[in-house]
């Protein structure tokens, strides 16, 4: 895995000096891989390096613990692959939060109980003590040729 890192950039548009120190933000940008124990290892490396570069939030990849789906058309109802949100996402942001003392934002499918079958495309985000202090669910997601998002 590659860390790169970007020097703090003047903001244009501040009108005073700032009184806060900037927030050093960590990407963890990488492909699914279908072996969970190589994804939660990948993912693990990720956050590890950018909490050593100084990272105070680390961000991970939409639906952090599974594969994106929208590249192909869904196939029955789309709920059959969300999980609570107590469930191994929060666990997997809970722990590493904790391990590595950063906040983390991950995000996952949310089981609902919506008529359509559908769930929500939830944004999370946990402290370093571990506890849940962000939380936000999509629910109006794109549809257009080649993007099939109506999960």
Same mark, same amino acid.
């Given at each position: #895995?590659?860390?790169?890192?970007?020097?703090?950039?003047?903001?244009?548009? @501040?009108?005073?000096?700032?009184?806060?120190?900037?927030? @050093?933000?960590?990407?963890?940008? #990488?492909?699914?891989?279908?072996?969970?124990?190589?994804?939660?290892?990948?993912?693990?490396?990720?956050?590890?390096?950018?909490?050593?570069?100084?990272?105070?939030?680390?961000?991970?990849?939409?639906?952090?613990?599974?594969?994106?789906?929208?590249?192909?058309?869904?196939?029955?109802?789309?709920?059959?692959?969300?999980?609570?949100?107590?469930?191994?996402? #929060?666990?997997?942001?809970?722990?590493?939060?904790?391990?590595?003392?950063?906040?983390?934002?991950?995000?996952?499918?949310?089981?609902?109980?919506?008529?359509?079958?559908?769930?929500?495309?939830?944004?999370?985000?946990?402290?370093?003590?571990?506890?849940?202090?962000?939380?936000?669910?999509?629910?109006?997601?794109?549809?257009?040729?080649?993007?099939?998002?109506?999960?």
């Amino acid at each position: #895995m590659k860390l790169t890192q970007v020097p703090h950039l003047p903001a244009l548009s @501040r009108v005073k000096e700032a009184t806060r120190e900037p927030v @050093r933000v960590g990407l963890v940008q #990488m492909h699914w891989e279908q072996d969970s124990n190589q994804h939660l290892a990948n993912l693990n490396l990720g956050i590890e390096l950018a909490s050593r570069a100084g990272a105070e939030l680390v961000c991970l990849p939409e639906l952090t613990l599974s594969r994106y789906p929208a590249d192909k058309k869904p196939v029955g109802t789309p709920s059959a692959i969300a999980e609570e949100l107590e469930g191994p996402t #929060m666990a997997f942001a809970k722990a590493a939060a904790e391990k590595y003392g950063v906040h983390v934002h991950a995000s996952l499918y949310e089981a609902s109980a919506l008529s359509d079958g559908r769930g929500y495309n939830v944004a999370i985000l946990v402290n370093p003590e571990g506890e849940l202090v962000g939380y936000t669910p999509k629910t109006h997601i794109p549809v257009t040729a080649g993007y099939y998002d109506t999960r």
